[in-house]
């Protein structure tokens, strides 16, 4: 029988079950949050302790009509969602964060007079991917995406969609993904960015503009363009080429081909296909489960693979039993200190071997302990890629396993020292500014977002077991 109800973060603090000092003022923030999510989660599971022991004849007649009433199953949430009002309201001065800044994508955006010069440039770039890299002509792409037209347009919010004909949105939906996929192409190829008048500064606004939530093209749509193309590209080819566009790969697997002349395309699709085995298992390491869209791609890439622990990555739609116990929650909260306070007792904090978000581990042999966490860029378009992978999370269905990381990170940042530790361990390459900066910058992002508590609770619960050992010790001496 489960008592975590019972466990509120007050009475945690004030116990001497687990090692001085207390946590500073933002981690008991942030432990109180922790503390309300298992009481959510497990309230999901079994109901509120009491609840039902004496409703009358009358409240019951209530209930079965309320149960008569309501729909058999939730309705399946959008694949390209608009960014959840709760989290404009939440992080102040973020509008600019997610609207796109040169081209749109998709019926969001689309027509605005901002972006004019955008459509422009898509315009030549879906020219460029139609005419040099696919073997079809204009027709055959507007009858194949006009086939599947009233899938494409369930991805997207009812209200965006309505005011485009079936013949207007196909026309937005082919000229919208064969440039993006022409883009990204001449970008892995080295084409040069000049041949479509784009200028230098507008190189990273474009790579912003991609990874918008409000700014998503159904992977469904880019699948259908991309067998199109002359050669025979599988799936996990156009995979690898996407993460090189995004930059998730160790190092370039395209590099051979960067600096090629733009007409010399065709001789560089020829040098792919030679390559087509290497460049498939670079690709075959995402998830099995179908895209949504690129920033769904994304995010499964920069978390990496699901964590192994027996705890897993859980929505909170599985069967929990026996799995928590006070002790557990207890040990997790206790584990919510900055970098400085676990250094203090005698934790190391080294760089993960990767740079997946879900590679953070945590081994102790009782005397010492070493904390792995994954290294990570922050400058002046990270904020905008965070807030968007928030809300991707927020309004679907996937688990928020960023989040968690983000949340993770945070419990770990109390001061600007601990930015400056986390900077000299190479941790966090700051190129924002100062280490104020960064701790205002999490501090910012993370601010009473939910996570999924499962993810990291097996390090979180090591932690809290060492900072007990280590307590226990020091009271024996």
């Not at 696919?134 to 494409?152: G, M, P, R, W």
């Not at 930059?247 to 007409?263: A, T």
């Not at 065709?266 to 298992?281: A, I, P, Q, V």
């Not at 932690?463 to 024996?476: A, P, T």
Request: hydrophobic content about 35%; aromatic content about 10%.
């Amino acid at each position: 029988m489960y008592v975590i109800m019972n466990i509120n973060s007050n009475e945690y603090l004030n116990s001497n079950i687990y090692p001085s000092p207390s946590p500073s003022r933002s981690n008991i923030n942030r432990i109180t949050m922790a503390v309300k999510e298992v009481a959510i989660l497990m309230e999901k599971h079994q109901g509120k302790p009491g609840d039902g022991s004496c409703v009358g004849r009358k409240g019951l007649a209530i209930l079965k009509s309320k149960l008569e009433t309501s729909p058999s199953s939730s309705s399946p949430k959008l694949k390209c969602p608009k960014v959840p009002k709760r989290l404009r309201e939440m992080v102040k001065g973020a509008e600019d964060c997610y609207a796109p800044k040169l081209i749109s994508l998709g019926p969001y955006y689309h027509g605005e007079s901002r972006l004019a010069e955008g459509e422009e440039l898509k315009l030549k770039l879906a020219k460029d991917y139609i005419q040099n890299y696919c073997k079809e002509i204009v027709d055959a792409f507007y009858d194949k995406i006009s086939s599947i037209i009233t899938e494409l347009k369930d991805y997207y919010d009812e209200m965006s969609t309505k005011k485009y004909d079936d013949d207007k949105f196909t026309v937005m939906m082919v000229v919208d993904g064969c440039a993006l996929l022409s883009y990204i192409l001449n970008v892995c190829l080295g084409s040069k960015h000049g041949s479509f008048s784009i200028r230098y500064q507008d190189i990273s606004v474009l790579y912003r503009d991609a990874l918008l939530l409000e700014n998503q093209l159904p992977y469904q749509l880019l699948l259908e363009l991309m067998k199109m193309m002359r050669f025979e590209w599988t799936n996990d080819l156009w995979t690898a080429m996407f993460q090189e566009f995004f930059g998730i790969n160790d190092e370039s697997i395209f590099q051979e081909f960067m600096g090629m002349e733009s007409n010399s395309c065709h001789g560089g699709l020829f040098l792919l296909e030679s390559r087509k085995s290497n460049l498939e298992s670079a690709g075959n390491k995402s998830e099995s489960k179908p895209c949504h869209h690129l920033l769904d791609l994304f995010r499964r890439n920069f978390l990496g693979e699901e964590r192994s622990s027996s705890f897993g990555s859980q929505t909170g739609n599985e069967n929990l039993e026996g799995m928590w116990s006070v002790r557990d929650v207890k040990e997790v909260i206790a584990s919510f200190r900055n970098v400085n306070e676990l250094m203090d007792v005698g934790i190391l904090i080294k760089r993960s071997p990767t740079h997946h978000l879900r590679d953070i581990s945590f081994r102790s042999n009782g005397i010492t302990a070493c904390l792995k966490i994954p290294p990570i860029t922050i400058d002046s378009s990270t904020k905008a890629m965070f807030l968007n992978l928030i809300a991707y999370e927020m309004s679907s269905d996937v688990p928020h396993d960023f989040i968690s990381y983000l949340r993770f990170l945070d419990s770990l940042i109390d001061h600007a020292d601990d930015v400056k530790e986390l900077q000299s361990i190479g941790i966090v390459q700051n190129n924002l500014g100062t280490h104020e900066e960064v701790e205002i910058f999490f501090n910012t992002v993370s601010t009473n977002l939910e996570s999924n508590f499962h993810a990291y609770k097996d390090v979180r619960v090591k932690i809290g077991k060492h900072l007990q050992s280590h307590y226990n010790s020091r009271v024996k001496m």
